[in-house]
């Protein structure tokens, strides 16, 4: 059965400013809730959620993924899936959240670098995996080709698919499908689709950008189904996301310990599978 998990874009301040004691009382939220898993990446603030989760996370069971791939230079973030940029991501991601193993490492966006990922990147995530410094390796992306190809022709221990596989968009599985005939865990992000499965409103955003006229429409639709049969429209898209069999864990981000609790809630509740068929079917 699929687990909730915390995405740490929002320790590093990537949906707006929030400080270091906010920060802390999230990750303390969550893992006092039961969460056992929390994903993060260099990216999310040039660091800043990796440092901010390795000191608030406190002792215990806990699984951590970080990524590679959009590596830190002096002046900013660069892609880079050269081995050497691998190897070195690794080493600063641990110095940064303080631990000296990794649960998760995933190729991080490598959208316009395939050819470079498969061919040094992997390699060496292959190698750290031997080593012991990392226990699975996979690729992270928003996209679902790609990884489908990595999965095809590479040892993949674990996809994260951000946003192919929700209530509005069901493109993503093929994917999990496939994952699901030949063993690979599925982590769901981006479920709620930048927020429209939450709050369907005019303005409201879609993958990261204003959400088109009939999309809008389309979750208002939604939302006033789930409506009529008594649940909001995030515990549906929550429960829907953690019905696929190859589904391990659902990855959502918080920014508050108040909104911790609420996604706990909603995943929590339990959504008539006649419901989410119908959901789907709008």
């Given amino acids: 059965m699929a687990g909730l998990a ?13 400080d270091d004691e906010a920060a802390a009382a999230v990750v303390a939220a969550a893992a006092g809730a039961g969460v056992r898993y929390f994903d993060t990446a260099p990216y999310y603030g040039f660091g800043l959620a990796e440092r901010r989760l390795g000191r608030a996370l406190p002792a215990g069971s806990f699984a951590v993924s970080t ?3 959009r590596t830190l230079t002096d002046g900013g973030c660069v892609f880079d899936f050269s081995a050497a940029a691998v190897r070195r991501g690794i080493e600063d991601s641990l110095d940064r959240l303080g631990l000296d193993h990794l649960d998760i490492v995933y190729l991080h966006d490598p959208d316009d670098h395939e050819e470079q990922a498969a061919a040094e990147a992997w390699p060496e995530l292959c190698r750290l995996r031997d080593e012991g410094v990392v226990s699975a390796i996979g690729v992270g992306m928003n996209q679902w080709e790609m990884p489908a190809r990595f999965v095809e ?7 994260l698919l951000a946003g192919r596989y929700t209530l509005l968009d069901r493109s993503g599985e093929r994917l999990l499908d496939l994952c699901g005939e030949r063993g690979v865990d599925v982590v769901l992000g981006g479920v709620f689709n930048s927020g429209l499965l939450i709050d369907p409103r005019p303005g409201a955003w879609f993958d990261y950008a204003p959400a088109p006229a009939d999309l809008l429409a389309r979750a208002q639709r939604l939302r006033d189904v789930a409506a009529a049969a008594g649940y909001d429209l995030a515990a549906c898209a929550l429960a829907f996301a953690a019905a696929h069999p190859a589904v391990t864990s659902v990855l959502v981000g918080a920014t508050s310990a108040a909104q911790v609790r609420e996604n706990l809630d909603a995943f929590q509740r339990e959504v008539p599978h006649e419901l ?3 959901l789907i079917s709008c």
Avoid: S
Wanted: hydrophobic fraction near 45%.
């Fill in 67 to 69: 990524k590679v791939g």
């Fill in 153 to 159: 022709r590479l040892d993949v221990d674990v996809v």
């Fill in 276 to 278: 989410l068929h119908h």
């Fill in 6 to 18: 915390l995405g740490t874009a929002g320790l590093g301040n990537v949906f707006g400013e929030i």
